[in-house]
């Protein structure tokens, strides 16, 4: 099964023999334009594709679409180039950690998920690549409820970083907290700094963030930096 896309975004499904080539007359046109897009769009640092790129079918009871069958969903996924064909998603999930998803030829096939060591709730994951062109950096809530949507766990960014495409990630670091205190109705305002996007400008990072769906906030950090923020462990001894 591949996971395919039209020029608008839509997300569809297709079945195709494991081994095959775009200029193979049997593949389904949707296929083709697809993989296009995924190299020329996707994989391109320069396109944001935003965080509705949904795989299809992911839904309770389809075999041929990226689903956990104990939290009924995988989706939200953010695609990144790791070079040389290769590239990665990660996805949301209800289980507690960012899920990995690889694939070593342009997107045509894909790898089965499986969780990272990034913990994080049902929220979308946040990646992109470092400066120094090798390193990923992956932010996220370093906290979960197990649950469906569970707004309070999305008070906190963290970061991660992977030298190694992602197989491994360093120690959690602490960026900032929503200090504000809950008083809208909707748990879904109070707590919300999620959905964060990155560009860096040499060392310089410039952070952007829909702080409680009410405004967006821009934070500056240069990128030797974040390997100076402090540890859980780090803080609790501050404390």
Same mark, same amino acid.
């Given at each position: 099964?591949?996971?395919?896309?039209?020029?608008?975004?839509?997300?569809?499904?297709?079945?195709?023999?494991?081994?095959?080539?775009?200029?193979? &007359?049997?593949?389904?046109?949707?296929?083709?334009?697809?993989?296009?897009?995924?190299?020329?769009?996707?994989?391109?640092?320069?396109?944001?594709?935003?965080?509705?790129?949904?795989?299809?079918?992911?839904?309770?009871?389809?075999?041929?679409?990226?689903?956990?069958?104990?939290?009924?969903?995988?989706?939200?996924?953010?695609?990144?180039?790791?070079?040389?064909?290769?590239?990665?998603?990660?996805?949301?999930?209800?289980?507690?950690?960012?899920?990995?998803?690889?694939?070593?030829?342009?997107?045509?096939?894909?790898?089965?998920?499986? &969780?990272?060591?990034?913990?994080?709730?049902?929220?979308?994951?946040?990646?992109?690549?470092?400066?120094?062109?090798?390193?990923?950096?992956?932010?996220?809530?370093?906290?979960?409820?197990?649950?469906?949507?569970?707004?309070?766990?999305?008070?906190?960014?963290?970061?991660?970083?992977?030298?190694?495409?992602?197989?491994?990630?360093?120690?959690?670091?602490?960026?900032?907290?929503?200090?504000?205190?809950?008083?809208?109705?909707?748990?879904?305002?109070?707590?919300?700094?999620?959905?964060?996007?990155?560009?860096?400008?040499?060392?310089?990072?410039?952070?952007?963030?829909?702080?409680?769906?009410?405004?967006?906030?821009?934070?500056?950090?240069?990128?030797?930096?974040?390997?100076?923020?402090?540890?859980?462990?780090?803080?609790?001894?501050?404390?």
């Amino acid at each position: 099964m591949l996971a395919t896309i039209d020029g608008g975004g839509t997300s569809r499904s297709a079945n195709v023999p494991p081994k095959w080539s775009i200029s193979d &007359p049997a593949v389904p046109a949707s296929v083709v334009q697809s993989t296009r897009l995924f190299r020329e769009r996707l994989l391109s640092e320069a396109y944001r594709p935003g965080y509705h790129f949904c795989p299809p079918d992911y839904t309770a009871g389809d075999s041929n679409g990226w689903y956990l069958e104990e939290f009924e969903r995988l989706d939200e996924p953010r695609p990144i180039n790791l070079g040389g064909g290769k590239a990665m998603i990660l996805a949301r999930s209800c289980e507690g950690h960012l899920w990995e998803i690889r694939s070593d030829d342009d997107g045509q096939t894909w790898s089965e998920p499986k &969780p990272t060591a990034l913990v994080h709730p049902d929220a979308p994951p946040m990646l992109f690549h470092h400066p120094d062109g090798k390193t990923l950096v992956a932010f996220h809530h370093n906290s979960t409820s197990g649950s469906h949507f569970m707004h309070s766990d999305r008070s906190e960014i963290w970061v991660s970083l992977s030298a190694d495409q992602g197989r491994t990630w360093s120690e959690s670091r602490f960026v900032f907290a929503n200090a504000l205190a809950p008083g809208r109705q909707s748990a879904w305002y109070n707590h919300q700094c999620s959905y964060m996007d990155m560009f860096a400008d040499g060392e310089d990072l410039h952070l952007f963030v829909p702080h409680r769906w009410k405004r967006a906030l821009h934070l500056h950090l240069k990128a030797s930096d974040l390997k100076k923020l402090p540890t859980k462990a780090q803080l609790s001894i501050r404390q």
